[in-house]
């Protein structure tokens, strides 16, 4: 089958998985092309335009987005990121042919991008199967919350905003998706179970069935190594007691990596007889301790394997995740590991096997790291690398994937016609632009890709040049000056968007 797959983001858990994947369908005899937006992964194509020297197109929506909330609702939501349906994709850079000869379209995160006013009409008719990386796709705009279930009806009064109201963004969001997700002929997915029941329950997608499969992991890479060549490598005494953990962003307060400080504290005064280095990965601030913790910051794949294979466990303290790829790859390595029975992290190991569950406190999870230390580590070792890679690799992960593809290529058509979609998306976009501008005190630069060319033809190249043409028969970039008001210059965008529009 052709696949074409799409995340809105080039970085990121989602986009790991997502690309992942996309390598394992290849190496199953699946054809395939990978998109996201830019700065776009080497071998993939672009989602968007790109302006030389131009701001990554996201950029501007996370900066409005984290304009919605406070850090203290999202601390105490474990949630790092509200968005609601907001894009500033007018134009999409993937060709009508791309799309047309996919066999399926698989989406993974694709928020920010979806309601573009070219790609989503361009998906309508298409087979789509969605992997849900979180809760996002079926909430009002969360994209995790430990507590707020208002999505299994309506959003509203939504406890993450900055002015939660009965129509709220979190209500019109949920209001929106409602009226668009019917255009779409979806099969849905997700690598946990605990994310494919909330899912199930939610009022978006009350009943439908929803796939569990796992991320698909490199077991080449992520495998077994000489573990004392390595500790002499990095310099790490042979008798210590290894303690890892680490994620993208240490600042993120879902992760909860202040969990771990406290437990080793906990640790180094209960145990004091314990030799024990504690060892951490990832961006963001450099946190401290009474203990010497060793930050080696964000590191390649292969060096992050070097440490999985170096620590005697690694622990996952999040308060909240769908299936953690840090927990599937430290199991690959052959590293015992320690989460939470939260979300679906719990699904990522066998407890007592190859890992163990520790109660939600420093205290215990303290506890459960003296556990491990007591434990048989080398019998977990060799367990944990013959679960994940029984269970995580590639080949097994892109058959389950075949089937579904093959089940929903195999059903009929059962979505709506487009009736007023064009209307309600250049709405969308509009709207968009206008919030983004107002949250961030910024002017946005947006290309916009009329649906005619010069000499009558659609397209007019452009999805092959992946550039900003000039002529305006073809095309335009609006640069509205930095001192316009907004108002000012969404009415001449909106003038020139519709004088663009006339040609079709």
Known sequence: MNILTINALPSGGAAYAALRLHVALMAHGHRGTFVCTDPVLPGCLPLNYTSPGGAPLMSSLFRYWDSLTTPDSRTEAACELFSDMSTVLFSCAVSDDAIAQADIVHLHWAQGVLLSPKLFPQLCGKKIVWTFHDMNPFTGGCHYHVSCRRYDQQCGECPMLVTPSSNDLSAQSHRLKRELYPHLDLALASPSAWLAKLASNSSLFAGQPVAVIPNAHDIKLFSPRDRQALREEYDVPQDEFVVLAGMESLDNPRKNIECVIEAMEIF???????????????????????????????????????????????????????????????????????????????????????????????????????????????????????????????????????????????????????????????????????????????YCEIAVQPSCAKGGKRGGGMEESGAYPEDSRRGCIIRPEASASSGTWIGAMLQKVLSLRKCE
């Open 268 to 442: 180094a005064e209960t145990y004091p007889e314990i030799p024990f280095e504690l060892v951490m990965f990832g961006g963001g601030g450099v946190l401290s301790a009474s203990f010497c913790i060793r930050h080696v910051g964000s590191v390649e794949s292969d060096t992050l394997a070097d440490w999985y294979n170096m620590a005697d466990v690694f622990v996952h303290p999040s308060k909240l995740d769908n299936l953690s790829n840090t927990l599937c790859e430290a199991q690959c390595c052959g590293t015992p590991v320690i989460a939470f029975d939260t979300g679906g992290s719990a699904e990522a190991f066998q407890d007592g096997v190859t890992g163990f569950i520790s109660e939600l406190s420093p205290e215990a999870l303290a506890r459960t790291i003296n556990k491990m230390f007591m434990s048989d580590r080398p019998r977990m070792r060799v367990a944990a690398r013959e679960f994940a890679s029984r269970r995580f690799c590639e080949e097994s992960v892109a058959q389950q994937y075949s089937r579904v593809y093959e089940e929903h290529a195999g059903t009929g058509g059962r979505r709506q016609s487009h009736g007023s979609l064009e209307e309600v998306l250049v709405a969308n976009v509009m709207d968009s632009l206008f919030k983004v501008m107002v949250a961030t005190g910024a």
